[in-house]
């Protein structure tokens, strides 16, 4: 199954790819003339899954997108007291090439500037053996999690043409900012610039600084947190230059952009993004990407306020209805059909937030099922809140699934996605069905099963009373003289059998038809606890509670059932003890049944699920 997330990648990329807008730097001669029409998004979630639509492989510069990881580099190797002694941390409001230096001390705005950057750059010494640039191209190696390289002819082109960027480098010089002749930290800088990257490279280094500085596939910690902290904090002030503002504003997450044509954009614990489309804007920034970016945004809730938490996986546990039944009593046939098919339903538990690392760790678990699985019964009674990307992207899920032939039910007492997914409890119009407990969804479940791999006689629709299952330890005879002793009723549609806080008024065995039982909501309305079909039955449990009925029992469709009223169990027990101990021995029996399901669920929420 696709996963819903590549699909929406891909109808984000479409759409955007018509965009043309803007046009590629001709700035520096060597990356002139790049086709206009590259466009790659990337998606690298901070454990190291990545999504991947369009250009993703081919190479292009990495350019200013070097930046914040030099600057890293350096805060690494001196502190951040040294290095902010000669770059600063404010924003400068001005575009990347201008000259932002202080009065009086020549200290450039930031690190993203181009000043800043050069600054950055001399701040790295060469140590152990290695050059400046070669220590400098291992950190790019060890973001990307695979050895890169620089392009020898983009490097020529911008050390023959960058004369700005030299200006900058003797007017660090004047200041002291720069403490050793500026060409070879220019030849360097220029050579960081020409490293060549993909924009799957630049979406594994947004990953990096979105794992706290460990790339998520090596787990090589690239950097420490307290520098990611201080690298992202300069980004989301000062990475997109003159447009930073309203980046944050907009989009809502720390970015640097290059006029290669990539960006990169981090949403910490969650995320990261990069995005090649070489056609730029007036502030040097890639016009698709930036668009791009804006879209992820607010269709995935990337902004940061909308993601403020740890993102984390909302995975709890993941198991077949096997090992978590229903407990409702099925003949022999129903039962060897669930022994032989249950694995093909899926309880997949979730818990805390469904933002972007939540969702996209459900789709992730949903898509990677086995071809073998037919139905997926999300339990979400542990999850704390959604966001906007849940909305966005469950629905597709449930679509992806159905176009799989795989059906999806909720467990959702809270109505947790009850407006993203449409959901009722009939699950009608494509809605996805809804329960309020695990038990009603794995019975439905277990129905559909037992419809599909079974024969008529697993799920009857006429059952005599005595061959209920309920009466299955008994001899026929004695069966056939506990159903002569009941009282038939019928009911139609929507009529209340029974309601909840009512005495106990009997044990009611369905002949035909469906019941459903509810308890009320906390919030209003009602909670489906289960449906019931022929040959099961109801109401002896409020043997066991004060005799009050907990349920309320409602027909669903015309239902027969037959009724061993109180008064009827009392006269067997006043004139015929035998058969008054044969019904208690099986009404025990079932007890028995019914608390071993209790404590086997019990003991699977106990061992983590």
């Known amino acids: ?179 050793q002749d500026p060409v070879p930290v220019l030849e360097d800088y220029f050579r960081q610039c020409s490293v060549l990257v993909t924009c799957r490279d630049l979406a594994m280094v947004a990953a990096t600084l979105a794992n706290a500085g460990a790339n998520p596939v090596s787990g090589k910690q690239v950097l420490e947190l307290d520098v990611v902290e201080r690298v992202l904090s300069v980004m989301a002030t000062c990475g997109m230059y003159d447009d930073a503002g309203s980046w944050l504003s907009s989009v809502g997450m720390p970015a640097k952009s290059g006029v290669g044509g990539g960006i990169i954009a981090v949403l910490p614990g969650q995320v990261g993004v990069g995005i090649y489309a070489p056609p730029l804007d007036g502030h040097g920034t890639s016009v698709r990407g930036a668009a791009a970016c804006r879209r992820l945004s607010r269709d995935l809730g990337l902004h940061f306020v909308h993601a403020a938490r740890t993102g984390r996986s909302a995975i709890h546990a993941s198991y077949d209805i096997t090992a978590a039944p229903s407990g409702i009593r099925r003949n022999d046939e129903g039962a060897e059909v669930l022994r032989s098919h249950g694995h093909r339903a899926r309880i997949i538990e979730l818990n805390g937030d469904l933002l972007f690392a939540g969702t996209e760790s459900v789709i992730r678990e949903v898509s990677a099922q086995s071809p073998d699985v037919e139905l997926v019964i999300l339990d979400l009674r542990r999850v704390d809140e959604t966001g906007r990307v849940a909305a966005k992207l469950l629905p597709r899920l449930r679509d992806a699934l159905a176009d799989a032939g795989c059906g999806l039910l909720l467990i959702d007492p809270g109505g947790v996605l009850a407006g993203a997914l449409g959901s009722s409890e009939d699950g009608g119009d494509g809605c996805a069905p809804a329960f309020g407990t695990r038990r009603a969804a794995v019975e439905d479940a277990e129905n559909q099963l037992i419809a599909r791999y079974g024969s008529e006689l697993c799920l009857p629709e006429t059952v005599a009373v005595p061959d209920s ?61 289960s449906t019931l079909s022929a040959g099961m039955t109801f109401g002896e449990l409020a043997l066991a509670s004060d005799d009050r009925q907990e349920t309320t029992v409602k027909a669903v469709g015309p239902v027969q059932v037959s009724v061993l009223t109180a008064e009827a169990m009392a006269e067997i027990e006043a004139g015929d003890p035998r058969l008054a101990v044969e019904l208690w021995k099986t009404l025990t029996r079932d007890a028995y049944v019914r608390v071993d399901q209790y404590l086997r669920e019990t003991a699977i929420r106990d061992d983590g699920r």
Do not use: W
Not at 100 to 124: C, D, F
Not at 137 to 153: H, N, P, Q, V
Not at 503 to 513: C, D
């Open 1 to 179: 199954m696709d996963s819903p997330i590549q699909t929406y990648l891909q109808a984000l990329h479409d759409e955007i790819a018509g965009i043309r807008d803007g046009t590629p730097d001709s700035s520096i001669p060597g990356i002139a003339g790049v086709d206009p029409d590259r466009f790659g998004i990337c998606l690298a979630t901070a454990d190291g899954y990545v999504y991947e639509v369009g250009d993703t492989r081919e190479d292009f510069t990495i350019q200013s997108i070097s930046k914040p990881l030099t600057y890293g580099l350096a805060l690494a190797d001196l502190g951040a007291e040294a290095v902010d002694g000669k770059i600063d941390v404010e924003p400068s409001g001005d575009a990347f090439n201008e000259l932002s230096l202080a009065e009086g001390t020549g200290r450039p705005a930031n690190a993203m500037i181009n000043a800043g950057a050069i600054a950055a750059a001399s701040l790295v010494k060469g140590r152990g053996g290695s050059s400046r640039f070669e220590r400098i191209l291992k950190t790019y190696s060890d973001f990307a999690g695979r050895e890169l390289d620089y392009s020898a002819r983009v490097y020529e082109s911008e050390r023959r043409s960058g004369f700005r960027n030299y200006a900058m480098g003797y007017l660090l010089r004047q200041f002291n900012i720069l403490e």
């Open 469 to 529: 299952p309920a009466l299955g330890s008994l001899d026929p005879a004695v069966a056939k003289a506990l159903a002569e002793r009941m009282e038939p009723r019928e009911y139609d549609d929507g009529d209340v059998i029974r309601r909840a806080g009512q005495r106990f008024g009997g044990i009611y065995f369905i002949s035909s038809g469906k019941v459903a039982s509810s308890l009320p909501a906390p919030g209003g309305g009602r909670i489906r606890i």
